[in-house]
């Protein structure tokens, strides 16, 4: 334990380290005794701020400090938000990681397919477990979200329980797996909770998040009026939801073939899991040929326009087995995820133009959240009645707004956190009262680099502003020895653009049999610069990223 929380030995501390300035990323830490107890570990995705970048993950530099004395790492569910990470960061933290057995099949058919397999210590633990891990004793809570097997974490301690409520929502009707055990949280509600530490996502949302089942009865009657042939796409780790697509396709007399390899991958660990025995078989891509068209459906990834997902491939014809055609119809089953509106709403237009026939969330009732609305933050703290609220999963106002809920519930005290806070979990004197390192890693093919690194911005304003790049050969007086080679990918087109290149390079040329004999090499590059960096603004107005290459014979 550092010096730092030697003071806070005996007391609670709450650390979240990604999940509490964005919805992605979750990973939470709690000490006591001097001991940390991990709670998931997940990847967020980049925006178009870090180009070439998808993943991006929670610095763990703070891990690194305290990874003596790491108890474990229990993984809520197996949403990448809250697992992604685990086979980034493993290394770091060498803890056993404790999973029920979806999460845990899941987690070890990712690892597989990294090349991580048997490397770290994963605990399968039953539904609902109770897990010693001193000093804290902990209990699973079935919770119903988008996922199987989703748990809240009931974490006890000499000095209080904390209620680590996880990825949530309350629906009586989830199709697949148990509802919410709302008695158990009733039962640590009556024992007294010191502190809930709860998901924000939707705290905008007025209501209920809405049932699976209503999902389930309208996807059958949408289905069953398709003509042609069907594309159902929808987050491939709601297994209830692929269940009501088999199921769906069974009653409309479809077949079903998946495109897409993480439905391959969820829908083993869903079986392994013991989920999903019940259905038809899957078609395989040959016998998806040999199918009629009016009977089959294709079960895709890419819902949310992603660009290497299949139905993308599929709009741009690239796909090797599926083939959109006019009359086909595309059902998304899922909702917009911020960020991805542009790319899904190409993809929409795409299809239109195909004479593929559209139909989303927006007309029909075929998509329910997996986050808990108001309503159902509000009957979640009548059950659990904690003394102090730590809102986690959300951007900053996600978590203001969720404070703010809860003190209209009466909840003594609320704490409005981000990543790297370290928060006192005390009765009477919750607060923030120290920080830790924090931020972000980005995943750049298979090495990890800081956001500010050079690789980053200069990748940005290549993107944004184009290159230009001169090479010139001089001899040892300086004199210039052959015409100076110009390239300028993104900033001058080769051909359009060759006068303009000619008259640069004789431009150049001029200066530099101006300049004095001998000068040195920093004077002349600067020289070349200035010029380049003068005829670029004159003639288009641009900035491009000037590159100099002098070599000198
Ligand atoms: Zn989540
Ligand atoms: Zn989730």
Known sequence: MRNKFAAYKNELLFVPLGGSNEIGMNLNLYQYQGKWLIVDMGIGFANDYLPGIDVILPNVEFLQEIRDDIVGLVLTHAHEDHLGAVPYLWDEIHCPIYATPFTSNFLKLKLAGEGLTGKLRINEVSLGAKIELAPFS???????????????????????????????????????????????????????????????????????????ETVRT???????????????????????????????????GRRVVLAGRSLHRVLLAAQESGYLKNIQPILSEKEAEQTPQDKLLILSTGCQGEPRAALTRMVQGSHPNFHLRSGDTAIFSARVIPGNEGRIRWLYNQLVRMGVEVITDKKDSIHVSGHPARGELERMYKLVRPKISVPVHGEASHLHEHVKLARSLNVPEAVEVRNGAVVLLKEGSAAIVDSVDSGYIAVDGSTLISLDSSIIRSRRKLRDDGNIT??????????VMARPQITAPGSLDAEEDEAFIVELQDEIVDTLERLEKRSKITVIKDKVRNQLRRSMSREFGKKPVIEVHIHQI
């Open 470 to 479: 001169i090479s010139i050969v001089v001899d040892n007086q300086g004199r």
């Open 138 to 212: 902990l209990e699973m809570l079935p919770l119903t979200h988008s996922i199987p097997e989703m748990h809240a974490l009931a974490i006890r301690t000499d000095a209080g329980v904390i209620m680590h409520t996880g990825d949530w929502k309350l629906d009586a009707a989830p199709m697949l797996g148990p509802v919410s055990d709302e008695e158990s949280m009733r039962r640590y509600g009556d024992e007294g909770v010191l502190a809930m530490v709860c998901d924000s996502t939707n705290v905008f949302v007025d209501g209920e998040s809405g049932s699976e």
């Open 218 to 252: 309208n996807l059958k009657k949408v289905i069953a009026e398709c003509k042609n042939r069907v594309i159902v796409s929808t987050f491939a780790s709601n297994i209830a939801r692929v269940e009501t697509i088999l199921l769906a396709a069974e009653e409309a």
